[in-house]
């Protein structure tokens, strides 16, 4: 069992930034991708970005398109927390996010992570 446990959402201005965190614990942490998914009210869960398991493929990172260049994902694989750096937020960006865990290569099907926090609401004020 993998025990996730995301922080750092919270009220923030159009153009700011939060950083996101998601701590695990329960097992060896560097052979996991983790992933980080959005939730807004009424919408599917969505791929925002993922870091492959230090085991796979040298560790790939992977974004969707609209938060290229805006985002980053980062993890610490002594401190077994994986990040989300999110600059010039927008109102699009509101939602519950999920951090998410997998043994093996990254993915963005939401359906192909085994282990999920309980997320944590960012919301962007316009």
């Known amino acids: 069992q993998v025990q996730l446990v995301e922080s750092g959402g919270g009220l923030v201005q159009a153009g700011g930034s939060l950083r996101l965190s998601c701590a695990a614990s329960?097992?060896?942490?560097?052979?996991?991708?983790m992933g980080w998914f959005r939730q807004a009210p009424g919408k599917e869960r969505e791929f925002v970005a993922a870091s492959g398991g230090i085991s796979w493929s040298g560790s790939s990172i992977d974004y969707r398109d609209s938060v290229k260049g805006r985002f980053t994902i980062s993890r610490d694989n002594a401190k077994n927390v994986v990040y989300l750096q999110m600059n010039s937020l927008n109102a699009e960006d509101t939602a519950v996010y999920y951090c998410?865990?997998?043994?093996?290569?990254?993915?963005?099907?939401?359906?192909?992570?085994?282990?999920w926090g309980q997320g944590t609401q960012v919301t962007v004020s316009s």
């Open positions: 998410a865990a997998r043994l093996g290569s990254s993915k963005r099907d939401p359906q192909m992570y085994d282990y």
């Open positions: 329960g097992r060896a942490f560097s052979p996991y991708a």
